[in-house]
């Protein structure tokens, strides 16, 4: 028998039991993954304001963090500034995870050197006092802001950070943004895959319905059937990202969902699908805007930290969890392993593609059109930024409009079944086009 691969793509496997001709492993799309400092993708990355943990975990000792693998410090300080410092102090290496937070600053426990928040020396006590290091040298810091919870970093250039990026959905009347996740989610994999996941939208009907049961639940503990059904999908590029959008009919009515993804690490996700929201009496369409957004922030190469920000209506408590539903639990890799195997979930899918996905080996297909269309846009900003240029993407004017929506508009079905998947490619472009013209209204309600 004649192993040789084929004429083709040489990793296809274009035979039954073709698996010798196919053992060979590419290396990774090093541009699109690598995330380290001097790494196209890395100064890409560096360029937007990233949450790098979460406000409530700043107490009275340091936190150590890791982020696009550099090796931090994160503390808030006795007058209540927040410093984010390299972590090894820049006298002779000792880690200021063990340093001791002080009324301006933090004290490297080793010799005392004390530095403010942004990274000056204030103190070299074991120094002459005519020593002049002080004003000579400075720890590495970066800016940082507090926002509903999270604390953001900026890690490229100094002295050129872009504004704070206010989205629309950062300020919407009624609901408060609080952190969506009280406990870190770190998943051991490349950030690609996970923002990969928001992009290949049609995964939800397999992964969270048909292969593991149904995952997800409406408010009231039933399972979501209609998430089993599957979806017309269509992708939309949108000034800032990519409109991901997944239409299917409930009864005399069709659900559009759209998933949003933000250059270069967001997604708006919409209202834990408690579908169909109902329509108020006299109406035939109801549209919501997304409840979460969510970072996939690279740790490094091989480690992605997910941080959320949750819309919660004024005077009602957060029931955003982990505990939510299944779908939700299984997101994170805490489960016993027979659990992660008979119910698979977003992280048993995402980290089994491999510590860093292999391009090489994929074959994509027509539900990752979007996957795409995404990888294209990363190209196009990892460029700009290596030509020295802004990202395309980059937030101008605030809040900045977001275009992730949901929505469920009385439509009984087409005559027949062709016509009726006709009518929901149709009506989820008339909504995304609205949407992307600026012209869609919301319903009165967000979640
Ligand atoms: S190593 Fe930090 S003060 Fe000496
Ligand atoms: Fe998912």
Redesign the pocket.
Known sequence: MNDEPLPGRPSSIKRAFGAYANREVPAEDVRLTHVGPGTPCGEYLRRFWQPVGHVKDLQDVPVPIRIMGEDLVLFRDRAGRIGLLQRH?C????SLEFGLIAERGIR?C????LFDVDGTILETPAEPATSHLKESLFQGAYPTHEHCGLVFAYMGPSGRPPPFPRLDMFEVPGYRLEPGDSEQNIKPCNWLQVQDNVLDIGHETFLHARSSGLQINDAGGRPLAALADLPELDFFETPIGVLCMSTRRVGDSIWVRGLEHIAPNIAQIPRTPTLPPAYAPGTDRITVRPRATRWRVPVDDHHTLELSLVRVREGEPNTYSKQASLARRSNYGDRPYEERQRFPGDYDAQVSQRPIARHGLEHLASTDRGVALFRRQLRRGIDAVAEGKEPPESLRTFPARTYGFETLVRHPPANDAAADRQLLRDTARRLAEERLRGEASDSPVVI
Request: glycine share 20%; net charge positive.
């Open positions: 102090c006298h002779r290496g000792a490297c080793y010799h005392g050197w």
